[in-house]
T-cell receptor, first 110, second 117 residues
Framework: KQEVTQIPAALSVPEGENLVLNCSFT??????LQWFRQDPGKGLTSLLL?????REQTSGRLNASLDKSSGRSTLYIAASQPGDSATYLC?????????FGTGTRLLVSP | GAGVSQSPSNKVTEKGKDVELRCDPI?????LYWYRQRLGQGLEFLIY????????KSGLPSDRFSAERTGESVSTLTIQRTQQEDSAVYLC???????????????FGEGSWLTVV
């Protein structure tokens, strides 16, 4: 059974810092890995998707990497801003469904 | 539509009543998913539709939960005889391809917030 873990569970940083969020998964037989953002009281917004054959994806200040063999992904956020404050979720896709981690709650202070 | 649409956005119901939650996926998306998120917890998979069929309904927590999809479009999640532990946000998502397809981005709605009192 696939299990997804995210570390840290919560993170508080001052504005401008670069930061790394970690995601690990137990079964390396995945198809895709997707990073989402969830704001309080809202649904999920897709940030980046990495196919299992890829090593990384970039969008603006976000960079996600994937090491499938070791079961790890990282989300790097450059020059963090208060608007980045949210919960970040990673999800791995098996054949028929996504399995989510429990998320990292990020707070960026002005 | 432009995104995944869910209704109602909020629902308060009395214990023992039945509720129906609706999901309108992005037009043309063949795959549709329901997840549940209890307060402060992670997302639990409930059911996955490919077209109008549900090849994976392994996450439905009990026989009080059922879901259907018609016209390869709208889906309804029904909870019968609601209990307080059913209080959660119910999230619907859709994607163009099957979940395992390379590069298949999955898009979520804003959720239906259910409170059972």
């Amino acid at each position: 059974k696939q299990e997804v873990t995210q570390i840290p569970a919560a993170l508080s940083v001052p504005e401008g810092e670069n930061l790394v969020l970690n995601c690990s998964f137990t079964d390396s037989a995945i198809y895709n890995l997707q990073w989402f953002r969830q704001d309080p009281g809202k649904g999920l917004t897709s940030l980046l998707l990495i196919q299992s054959s890829q090593r990384e994806q970039t969008s603006g200040r976000l960079n996600a990497s994937l090491d499938k063999s070791s079961g790890r992904s990282t989300l790097y956020i450059a020059a963090s801003q208060p608007g980045d404050s949210a919960t970040y979720l990673c999800a791995v896709t098996g054949f028929q469904k996504l399995v989510f981690g429990t998320g990292t709650r990020l707070l960026v202070s002005p | 539509g432009a995104g995944v649409s869910q209704s109602p956005s909020n629902k308060v119901t009395e214990k023992g009543k039945d509720v129906e939650l609706r999901c309108d996926p992005i037009s043309g998306h063949t795959a549709l998913y329901w997840y549940r998120q209890r307060l402060g917890q992670g997302l639990e998979f409930l059911i996955y539709f490919q077209g109008n069929s549900a090849p994976d309904k392994s996450g439905l927590p009990s026989d009080r939960f059922s879901a259907e999809r018609t016209g390869e479009s709208v889906s309804t999640l029904t909870i019968q005889r609601t209990q307080q532990e059913d209080s959660a946000v119910y999230l619907c998502a859709s994607s163009f391809l099957i979940p395992g397809a390379a590069g298949n981005t999955i898009y979520f709605g804003e959720g239906s917030w259910l409170t059972v009192v």
